[in-house]
């Protein structure tokens, strides 16, 4: 197989070499590298500590929200087999610590056969399950050889993706054709699957796991009344959730043109930065003294606080954005001006009605919501404001997007079930 060559040589020798240069640059990928050397020890380490079982099935993610995709069949099948995590990212490392229902988890080492050999000699797993496209190939082809099965879960793989470029598709037919089962989130991706696959047999439309996971989040939410003060709020609040600083200056200019406009600024903005780290806070209020914003950090704030003049409230902290938007009356959803949109769902699910900026070809659902007119996309401060002001004037067309949205939610529930029924065959 020439590919499998070519990976195993030029491929792997690219992928070591683009993170270590990135490591210079980037402090998560540093503190990536750095965990990865002692991650066979550890996991040796936490595998000795749990009895043998039956069933053993090892799942990997590469951050926070393939981990929230797989969470539903791992506590589903928990009584019945021990649990094995491995991740990518460092920032999904705090989340899996605190997760109760896993037996060992790890970072997974560099995708060599080697150390692929290693971890299935280690771990001795029923089947292999990854989450929405994190697939590595000496996983698959190692499964493949040892007749291992292999699972993907919440699968997608939109329109645009580099992986259906002739000359990489031809590669990734080696791998994909390889996996047992592709569980995918929508009838187009199942197409766009099944031109890597060899059997349209291992393409199986599911749904996302993440809509049952959300929603019932969502539910539960409870909102601090004292804390977050919202009582004192005279006018519509906008929550701008997980929020870069492109989008920051366009939230920004968007409220300019809606302070000279009929509205006369007739909002509240409680901005929640994607990373609240203490120079990024300093940025943001810097600009806001520029702009003559009158503006609060949250950690300032105190239960008896008048915020009923307050223009711009900013969220120092994390953990709080799923209470923020159960507050809210309009909810902007950050990373699209960035480089892709965050998570819509949970507002969705909240009934917000949603705006979002330009890329969202990442998120199917996000897709799902502008199409059914739940949320608005806009491409700069003056389309921002425009729609804003619209949401802000009527109280009606933000109840009707919100109960649209929400209804998305609802219909695309079932999902985990759906994915649990196809895993329980392998199990």
């Known amino acids: 197989m020439i590919w499998k060559m070519i990976y195993n040589t030029i491929g792997i020798a690219a992928i070591f070499t683009g ?4 490591s210079l640059f980037n402090a998560k990928i540093r503190q990536g590298i750095l965990a990865r050397k002692t991650a066979f020890r550890q996991l040796e380490e936490q595998l000795e500590l749990v009895p043998d079982f039956t069933k053993r099935v090892w799942f990997h993610f590469t951050s926070v929200g393939e981990f ?3 969470k539903p069949l791992i506590e589903s ?28 988890h790890t970072y997974l080492p560099l995708d060599t056969a080697i150390n692929a050999k290693r971890l299935f000699d280690l771990i001795r797993p029923t089947v292999l399950v990854f989450s929405k496209f994190d697939i590595w190939p000496n996983l698959v082809w190692g499964a493949f050889d040892q007749g291992i099965p292999t699972v993907l879960i919440a699968g997608t793989l939109h329109q645009k993706s580099k992986r259906l470029h002739p000359i990489a598709r031809s590669f990734f037919k080696q791998v994909h054709n390889k996996l047992t089962l592709h569980c995918v989130i929508s009838e187009s991706d199942a197409e766009r699957f099944k031109q890597l696959c060899g059997d349209d047999s291992q393409v199986e439309v599911t749904g996302d796991t993440r809509f049952d996971t959300v929603y019932n989040r969502a539910i539960t939410v409870k909102v601090d009344q004292s804390l977050l003060a919202q009582s004192s709020f005279r006018y519509p609040v906008i929550i701008a ?5 492109e989008e920051e200056e366009i939230l920004l200019q968007a409220y300019e043109l809606l302070r000279c406009g009929e ?4 909002l509240h903005l409680i901005v929640v930065p994607h990373e609240p780290t203490v120079e990024h806070i300093q940025k943001f209020c ?6 003559g914003f009158s503006y609060m950090l949250f950690s300032d704030l105190k239960s008896e606080m008048d915020l009923s003049g307050m223009e711009v409230i900013v969220i120092d902290t994390i953990g709080l954005l799923a209470e ?3 507050i809210c009356d309009i909810a902007f959803v950050g990373g699209s001006f960035h480089g892709k949109v965050h998570n819509v769902m949970e507002p969705a699910a909240m009934a917000k009605p949603i705006v979002f900026g330009p890329r969202i070809e990442n998120s199917y659902e996000a897709g799902l919501l502008k199409e059914r007119h739940a949320a608005q996309q806009v491409y700069n401060a003056s389309e921002m404001a425009d729609i804003f002001r619209e949401l802000i004037c009527s109280s009606q067309l933000r109840q009707q997007m919100g109960e649209v949205a929400k209804a998305v939610i609802v219909e695309n529930l079932g999902a985990s079930q759906r994915s649990l029924d196809h895993l329980e065959r392998f199990l």
């Open 19 to 22: 993170f270590q240069v990135a």
């Open 68 to 70: 929230e995709q797989a």
């Open 77 to 104: 099948i928990k009584g019945n087999a021990q649990i094995i995590l491995t991740y990518f990212s460092p920032s999904v490392r705090p989340n899996v610590l605190e997760y109760p229902h896993c037996d060992a």
């Open 241 to 245: 959730g997980s929020t870069y600083i």
């Open 263 to 266: 509205t006369n600024g007739l």
């Open 286 to 291: 810097s600009k806001l003294d520029l702009l």
């Open 324 to 326: 923020l938007y159960k």
